[in-house]
């Protein structure tokens, strides 16, 4: 499985970004998909999840309310819309992909992709 995350960049306190994270290689719409954050100096942390047929998503506290995952399976493509963006929302996000249950941890995901970098200015 390969996975394409894009749709970073640069954007001030308040404003909005889209990421989004293109599957190949595997049957996509099997699967839970998650979106996870590593800030520097910081480990990796649960940022959202959605399970195969999307009708089942789950954020961090921190997100919730702001945040909304979503997932097209025609398109093997899941997305990350990020609205009120913090300064401390700025870190490199990953998308990745477990063939169990869905999960908040990521050692249960099997793959992932390469990242796409969110700054957040104040």
């Known amino acids: 499985v390969q996975l394409q995350a894009c749709g970073g960049g640069l954007v001030q306190a308040g404003g909005c970004l889209r990421l989004?994270?293109?599957?190949?290689?595997?049957?996509?719409?099997?699967?839970?998909m998650g979106w996870f954050r590593q800030a520097p100096g910081k480990e990796r942390e649960f940022v959202a999840a959605?399970?195969?047929?999307?009708?089942?998503?789950y954020y961090a506290d921190s997100v919730k309310g702001r945040f909304t995952v979503s997932r097209d399976n025609a398109k093997n493509t899941v997305y990350l819309q990020m609205n009120s963006l913090k300064p401390e929302d700025t870190a490199v996000y990953y998308c990745?992909?477990?063939?169990?249950?869905?999960?908040?941890?990521?050692?249960?995901?099997?793959?992932w992709g390469q990242g796409t970098v969110v700054t957040v200015s104040s």
């Open positions: 959605i399970t195969w047929s999307g009708t089942s998503t």
């Open positions: 989004s994270c293109a599957a190949s290689g595997r049957t996509f719409s099997s699967y839970a």
């Open positions: 990745a992909l477990t063939q169990d249950w869905v999960s908040t941890t990521p050692r249960r995901y099997e793959y």
